[in-house]
């Protein structure tokens, strides 16, 4: 189960409502399996249906991580207009397979929905989420 504080949770959905209608992105940094800091970044595709991590600034981000002894905890993306659930696209972009794969749906800005997955070998998994 991942557990994610109230707070981190926050930043989660004022990136994901200040990039709207464009896909917002970011990575989830995690000390033995807690979330310890949230990374809001930029989607260098600045599309309302894709994501693309900037290199360079996700280069500098893991830099900082391994210098704090933080591990990747999560891949977090919103979807503008769909359900909190991984496209075919973000199938095919799943690298990480010991990361969550954080999915917002903000189809209902007043209440943006976040579910957590694994993506493996193409499979998808859903995770207990607790926020709080």
């Keep these: ?3 994610i504080p109230e707070s981190l ?3 989660m959905v004022e990136h994901g409502l200040r990039e709207f209608p464009n896909e917002a ?3 989830l940094a995690g000390r033995d399996g807690v979330p310890v800091r949230f990374f809001a970044m930029r989607n260098l595709d600045a ?3 894709s994501y693309r991590l900037d290199p360079k600034e996700q280069l500098r981000v893991f830099d900082l991580m391994d210098e704090e002894g933080w591990d990747l905890l ?3 993306h919103t979807h503008t207009h769909s359900e909190a659930y991984p496209s075919e696209t973000d199938l095919r972009l799943a690298f990480y397979p010991d990361a969550y794969y954080l999915v917002m ?3 209902d800005r007043e209440r943006p929905e976040l579910r957590a997955f694994r993506i493996t070998d193409g499979e998808i998994t859903e995770e207990e989420l607790e926020i709080g």
């Design 25 to 27: 992105c970011g990575v």
């Design 9 to 11: 949770y926050r930043e």
């Design 74 to 76: 999560g891949i977090f």
């Design 47 to 49: 599309s309302p249906v």
């Design 105 to 107: 749906s903000l189809s």
């Design 1 to 3: 189960m991942l557990r």
